[in-house]
Every structure is written in structure tokens, then in C-alpha cells.
């Protein structure tokens, strides 16, 4: 789960990690009261979407006036965003964070991430803050301090000194270095985090250490243990499908393409996307329903890829094991009757009871295309969509 930058610095107070001054508005005036209250001769206007580059996209503005940061306000508010995260459909602007704007010196990042790698957490700086951590990661990743952390243990001083000396953070500033990646480490491990970034965490030019962007995902597995964390939640961040996705159980992530795709398991629905590719066609969807689905399930499932209106074909990928094909195959034809489906659908089963599943398929005088293998279902979906 996401979160807005504004709510990530509420977060970030409550923990001692310091932030710039500042409030969220939803409309014109109440940016330029917040202006005014935080006082001062500049101020900051940034739109609050869930994706990076805003800045880029002009949705990061200076304002010297409080009636300038109303009037950007007023600009910014209900417009359509895009930046390099949103894609070409952008994302509506819905509230706008005011802050004091700051004369900054010097600019680092800072981040806490899990490696899956070493099955751990890693703490991230570097010197170059605002920079794109995967851009400098590929370029130049020598510019990059890791440490990696046992959980048994935590953070020990050194290690945090280690960040702190290691993106050559003026000695001045240690203590308060070492405390933010102490408090940035008890922010992830504390609520679950799947990352916590800070890019830049600046220098002020009095020597001050701030937080100026913030960014947090929270793990959804976890989300049972901080039912407070719910409250953050923006649905109108999430794709209308997607959102409807998740109330049914169902791991589902729109795509650009025109072939809709329904399989048990996220490694089949990632062989499934790269073999229709290698085919030649586009998938339109990531589509997991688990090995547990029903029939209610997979009728949810047929209904959520018809709502793309880019679908020209579906392909059913399934692997009988937890899920047997009989009973995937009763949930499919069950589905077919109460949905109407307007496009060709393939159905590769294999696994148990997979003749079965096929012999439910053939009775049901529905028009499904079988296929014996994974390539053939993807030569025959790409053959519908071409």
C-alpha cells in the first residue's frame, strides 16, 4: 500500500525524523492560509499523487506570494498529472502539500528497502540526492553506501556511522545523521515497510538535517497488524479495476495490451505474459486467482478483464495442483454462462485431473478454444488479437 508524501512526513514527525514546515490543502484558500501561517517569503506547492517526478510533470512549484500559492493551487488542483511513473494517462491531482521552500546546500538519499536477494533489510545512501536511485544504481553504482541489516540485531551505531561517512556527510552533522538513519530504520522494521525513502534528505544552509520528499509502501500481508495504517489509504490513486480486483481476493495489475490473462500463480502469469509477448502479441493484464478460486472468483476474474475495453482475447493458463482442473474448468463454464464474454477465450489446462477438465470444457457447448501447450496457447491467442 501507498501513501501520500504528506502522509509519509506525518509519519516521519511522530518518529523524530525532521521535516520542512507545512500542511495539506484541497483547495485555493486553504493554500494560502497555510502560506501565511507558516510565514516567511517562499513557499512550496506539490502535488500529492502516488508516483515520482512530479517536478517534472509541473507538479512542483515555487510561489513568493501567499496569493501565488493559492493561485498555483487552484492550477494544480484537479488537473491530470503525468509524470515518468504515472504513464500517459496520468493521475488526478486531489490535494496539494504547502511547505516553507528552504535554501538547501547540500542534497543526499536515503533509504530502507528488502533485499530478497539476502533475504534482509538494506539501508541505501548516496551523495547525489534527487537523482533517480535506479538510474544512478545502473550508471554509477560505486555512488551507492549499502548496509545490510540482521533483523535479530537492528542497527548498530557503526553501521549508520558507516552511512553517514560513507556519502561523506560533513562531521558536524554525524549525531544527526546517524539519527535519522536510526529513525528511518525503526520506521520500516516498526510498521512493516516495504520501503522507506527520503530523496533528498538536504542540508540546510544553517546545517540543518530535513526530510524535503518522503516516500513509504507498506507491505499488504502485513496490514492486519496496523489496521490504523487502512485509514491512509487513497482509493482514488488505484486503477478502478485493479481497486475492484482486491475487494474479490484477486491479484490483478492492468497492462497496455489487448490479451486479457487468467491464471493460478504469479511465476505462471509471468511465463504466460512473456510467452504471449515472445508470440508477438501484448498482454493486457496480470491476473492471478490463486489456488483457492471459486467459481464466484473466476466469474469476478472474466468480468474485471472484459471491463478493459482494450481486451480482444483471453487466455486461461492453468496448472492443476492445489487448484484441480475439473473444478477450475466447472468454475470457468459457470462463469461463461452469467458473464457475457464478447471475445474469443483459450483455456490451456495441465496437471490433475487435467483430461477431466478438458472433457467439462468440450461438453459445455461454450465456445472455448483448448490448447495443449503453453506456446500453442499463445500462438492461438496471438492468432485472435493479430
Known amino acids: 500500500m501507498k501513501i501520500h508524501e504528506y502522509q509519509a512526513k506525518e509519519i516521519f514527525s511522530k518518529f523524530a525524523i525532521p521535516v520542512p514546515r507545512g500542511s495539506v490543502a484541497q483547495n485555493a484558500e486553504e493554500a494560502r492560509k497555510i502560506a501565511e501561517e507558516i510565514g516567511g517569503s517562499r513557499w512550496v506547492v506539490k502535488a500529492q499523487i502516488h508516483a515520482g517526478g512530479r517536478g517534472k510533470g509541473g507538479g ?3 510561489a513568493e506570494t501567499p496569493e501565488a500559492v493559492g493561485k498555483i493551487a487552484q492550477e494544480m488542483l484537479g488537473m491530470t498529472l503525468v509524470t515518468p511513473q504515472t504513464g500517459p494517462q496520468g493521475r488526478q491531482v486531489r490535494a496539494v502539500l504547502v511547505e516553507e521552500a528552504l535554501a538547501v546546500k547540500q542534497e543526499f538519499y536515503v533509504g530502507a528497502a528488502v533485499d530478497r536477494a539476502r533475504q534482509c533489510p538494506v539501508l541505501i545512501a548516496s551523495a547525489e540526492g534527487g537523482m533517480g536511485i535506479e ?11 549499502r548496509e545490510w541489516i540482521d533483523m535479530g540485531i537492528g542497527l548498530p551505531a557503526f553501521q549508520a556511522r558507516n552511512l553517514v561517512f560513507g556519502v561523506g556527510m560533513d562531521a558536524g552533522l554525524v549525531r544527526a545523521g546517524t539519527g535519522v538513519f536510526n529513525q ?5 522494521e516498526s510498521l512493516d515497510c516495504m520501503l522507506v525513502e527520503i530523496n533528498p534528505l538536504i542540508v540546510t544552509e544553517d546545517n540543518q538535517l530535513l526530510a524535503l520528499d ?15 495504517l487502512l485509514e491512509l489509504d487513497d482509493p482514488n490513486e488505484q486503477e478502478p ?5 482486491s475487494h474479490h481476493r484477486l ?22 505474459m512473456d510467452l504471449i509477448k515472445q508470440a508477438g502479441a501484448r498482454p493486457a493484464n496480470f491476473l492471478d486467482v490463486g ?3 471459486t467459481t464466484e472468483m473466476v466469474t469476478k476474474g472474466f468480468e474485471i478483464i472484459l471491463g478493459d475495453e482494450n481486451v480482444r482475447g483471453i487466455l486461461i493458463n492453468i496448472f492443476g495442483g492445489i487448484l484441480r482442473c475439473d473444478v477450475l474448468a466447472n468454475g470457468v463454464v459457470e462463469a461463461a454462462k452469467k458473464v457475457a464474454i464478447k471475445v474469443p477465450v483459450v483455456v490451456r489446462l495441465d496437471g490433475t485431473n487435467v483430461e477431466e477438465g478438458r472433457q467439462i470444457l468440450a461438453r459445455s457447448d461454450l465456445d472455448f478454444i483448448v490448447a495443449d501447450t503453453m506456446a500453442d496457447a499463445a500462438a492461438k491467442v496471438r492468432a485472435i488479437v493479430a
Do not use: Q
Open 60 to 62: 512542483v512549484r515555487i
Open 135 to 145: 538510474e544512478l544504481a545502473a550508471s554509477r553504482p560505486e555512488a551507492i553506501v
Open 184 to 188: 528511518l530504520y525503526k520506521v520500516f
Open 214 to 228: 518522503a516516500k513509504i509502501d507498506f507491505d499488504d500481508n502485513a496490514l492486519y497488524r496496523h489496521k490504523d
Open 241 to 245: 479495476l485493479e481497486r475492484e480486483a
Open 251 to 272: 491479484n490483478y495489475i492492468r497492462l497496455e495490451g489487448d490479451v486479457g490473462i487468467m491464471v493460478n500463480g504469479a511465476g505462471l502469469a509471468m511465463a504466460t
Open 291 to 293: 489456488g483457492g478460486a
